[in-house]
């Protein structure tokens, strides 16, 4: 394999995991909403509540901040992709 074909065949490894991470990122998403569907309809505000309140706003925050590092590490990679289409045109 020829540099710029390990190049791009990184660039392509680098590229499923960030899709990876942001597909996982969506399932957590999803499984914060649920859990405060359920906590709001089935339990009162006590301690308890307040606890698991305090948890699902700090998953929600990481959450948010693996998205974000996961749009920025694509962002990163949009010019490598298109310096490698350009070796691979020229």
Known sequence: ?????????????????????NLSSNHLKNLVYS???VMS????H???YEALLTLFD???????DVQG???KISEL??????????????
């Open 41 to 44: 309809e089935r339990m009162e």
């Open 1 to 21: 394999m020829t540099t710029n074909g390990n190049e791009k065949s990184a660039h392509m490894s680098l590229r499923n995991e960030v899709d990876q991470l």
């Open 58 to 64: 700090t998953v929600r925050s990481h959450i948010e």
């Open 69 to 71: 590092c996961s749009e």
């Open 46 to 48: 006590t301690q308890e």
């Open 77 to 90: 990679l949009e010019p490598c992709a298109l310096d490698l289409t350009k070796t691979q045109k020229a």
């Open 35 to 37: 859990m405060s569907v």
